[in-house]
């Protein structure tokens, strides 16, 4: 049997019970659908991907998917669709069963302050032009926050802000630490709007700089510095009122977390507060779920990146002393913001193409979408954790209840230490 028998072969057996709306084209024009109404085209422009097909070679088929020797055209969430509902039924064909087995993202990186510097920088020194595009007017690259669903991600990233703002009871003159502070913008509203001072740090170059001129615009450089800084070379001990790292602590892996929370629990203040935001994997064993996609994504998008069970984040967060108080889940939220976050890129193809690239171009948007779906599905979620350091060796006071999360401007009640009389 020809190689090319073979291939649709195979699709075949991917597609077999309810048709996908798929059309398969090869390099010299011949057509075949497996459905009356296509509604994706995968294009197949070079022979090797055939291969790489019928044997089950994922690796390879993401090389060519960015090489553009394999094409895929559609709506985002058709191709998501069929191409999910072929992956589930890779299970099914005994030759290709180990592929659905959840792939670890980087069991094998080494974070060291080179490697952690040089895959941030992989990833977000692509260009401030590409990210532009399509992230809010803020340049804010984390989940967003939506009270109804239906705002639009500028409003909804403004809310976020304030959500993490008002979790921490920023107070005028207080200093905050900012860990992976992207472009400022948290620092920036954090500055403006409630009156802190504080530090922002990060591993990318382009980020520093952006944010750097950002604060200075705004008139702030006196009350906050950008630094291009790993979080392990934060000097001083008990610094900062309160601490903020949002989507940060992805890139710090698994063996490294207790060196993270211990270095945080070192730079606050007795009483302060620490909100931490960041991905989580919903599986037990602390793997992620679903179809293949966690080598394509080390290589090409996070290298090194590694995400924690909910428990290591708390279990983490008590062993260097610090109370957990508050943890919120956001797993929709981040669903919904990678899914505008893709159709904005869609929307400005051509100059982000002219930006970063048409490599760059297919590997974020297989890639948001493909979280998103990630997110839909529960195999992933994003917490966000609020912890306080102790006083004394007692707890630090906190609020009565959760209405100053939602309520802007009404100061919490307090809830005080019990008098034990003797």
């Known amino acids: 049997m020809s190689l090319r028998r073979r291939l649709l072969s195979t699709v075949k057996g991917l597609v077999a019970g309810e048709p996908l709306p798929l059309r398969l084209v090869f390099w010299d024009g011949e057509v075949f659908d497996f459905a009356t109404q296509p509604r994706v085209t995968l294009t197949i422009r070079d022979k090797r991907v ?58 094998a990186f080494r974070h060291s302050r080179r490697n952690d510097a040089q895959a941030v920088q992989h990833h977000y020194d692509v260009s401030n032009d590409f990210y532009r595009l399509w992230l809010d007017a803020g340049m804010t690259y984390s989940c967003a926050y939506f009270r109804t669903g239906t705002e639009d991600i500028d409003a909804a990233q403004e809310q976020k802000i304030e959500h993490i703002c008002n979790k921490l009871r920023l107070k005028p003159g207080e200093r905050l630490l900012d860990i992976g502070c992207g472009w400022g913008g ?53 610094a900062f009122d309160k601490i903020v790292s949002v989507g940060m602590y992805e890139h710090v892996g698994l063996a490294k977390l207790a060196t993270y ?7 606050l203040k007795p009483g302060g507060a620490l909100l931490n935001h960041g991905i989580i994997t919903t599986d037990p064993d602390g793997r992620p779920q679903g179809p293949p996609g966690g080598e394509f994504i080390n290589r090409y998008v996070f290298p090194g990146g590694e995400l924690p069970h909910l428990p290591r984040v708390l279990e983490e967060t008590a062993r260097c002393g610090l109370e957990a108080a508050d943890v919120e889940d956001l797993r929709p ?75 802007p401007g009404q100061a919490p009640a307090i809830a005080p230490a019990l008098r034990w009389e003797h």
Not at 206 to 214: I, K, L, S
Not at 261 to 267: C, E, K
């Open 50 to 107: 055939m291969r790489a097909f019928v044997t089950g070679r994922v690796d390879r088929l993401g090389d060519a998917y960015v090489a553009g020797d394999l094409t895929v055209d559609g709506a985002i969430e058709d191709i998501l669709g069929t191409g999910i509902a072929m992956a589930e039924q890779l299970g099914k064909l005994s030759k290709l069963a180990p592929l659905t087995k959840p792939l670890q993202w980087a069991a």
């Open 186 to 238: 948290l620092l920036h509203v954090a500055a403006q709007r409630h009156g802190i001072s504080g530090v922002g740090i990060t591993n990318s170059p382009a980020q520093a700089d952006y944010a750097r001129q950002r604060i200075a615009d705004a008139g702030l450089s006196d009350r906050v510095e950008i630094r291009q800084q790993d979080y392990r070379d934060l000097a001083g001990d008990a």
């Open 333 to 407: 939220h981040y669903a919904r913001t990678l899914m505008l976050w893709v159709r904005r890129l869609e929307a400005h193809r051509g100059e982000a193409i002219a930006a970063a690239g048409p490599e760059r171009y297919r590997i974020w948007r297989v890639y948001m979408a493909g979280m998103a779906h990630a997110f839909d599905r529960g195999w992933l979620s994003v917490a966000q954790t609020l912890a306080y350091k102790p006083i004394s060796g007692r707890p630090a006071p906190r609020p009565w209840s959760r209405d100053y999360q939602y309520l």
């Open 261 to 267: 929370f211990a270095t945080v629990s070192r730079l």
